[in-house]
């Protein structure tokens, strides 16, 4: 059966539509930012099961907080930031725990999916190496990194997700950045 979308004009109309309970206007929003907030979360956390969780954890918030919508932002910069902050809770919680839990299964079943066998192979490995690089990264370096060479928000949008000023956003980047081409040295993967 065929979903009858109502077309809300802006995002203020869409999330008074949320706040009012209406279904179709959610649906709008999971339809629009589901596959955002999966792919934010899920490069900031480096693993499918805490991906899921957070991705279903946002739009439970968004479902509940709709009222708190005040517009001075785009809709866009409002999942990024609910996303960037669970996924700042969920990794403090781990780490606690050591990284070196992780076995080369929960590598190949995060590791984005390839074309080719032999482009999966490269792809589980160098995805593999940047999740063993990024245990090195501060959630704040991964999350500058993931909005800024991943998803390609420009230091301005991560200023306005994450409410870092500018010259922290670039040393984060590029801590970030060095740690990571260090690792993936490391590994032969770059020169």
């Not at 203020?12 to 589901?34: K, P, Q, S, W």
């Not at 801590?175 to 993967?189: D, F, H, P, T, V």
Request: net charge positive; glycine share 4%.
């Amino acid at each position: 059966m065929k979903r009858n979308k109502e077309k809300y004009t802006n995002d203020a109309a869409l999330m008074c539509a949320v706040a009012l309970g209406r279904h179709d206007a959610l649906n709008e929003i999971l339809d629009r930012y589901m596959p955002v907030v999966s792919r934010v979360s899920y490069r900031i956390l480096c693993d499918r099961h805490d991906s899921e969780g957070v991705t279903r954890e946002v739009f439970v918030r968004v479902w509940a907080k709709a009222s708190d919508f005040d517009g001075r932002y785009n809709l866009t910069t409002w999942m990024h930031r609910i996303t960037c902050k669970l996924c700042c809770r969920r990794l403090r919680r781990h780490k606690i725990k050591s990284f070196f839990w992780m076995t080369t299964s929960v590598f190949e079943t995060s590791a984005p999916s390839a074309l080719s066998p032999e482009e999966d192979f490269i792809t589980k490995e160098t995805w593999e190496i940047f999740c063993r690089a990024s245990r090195y990264l501060s959630s704040g370096q991964r999350i500058v990194f993931t909005l800024c060479d991943l998803e390609g928000l420009d230091i301005e949008e991560v200023q306005a997700v994450t409410g870092m000023a500018s010259g922290q956003i670039e040393n984060s980047l590029l801590a970030a950045r060095n740690k990571i081409r260090q690792e993936l040295q490391r590994y032969g993967k770059v020169r």
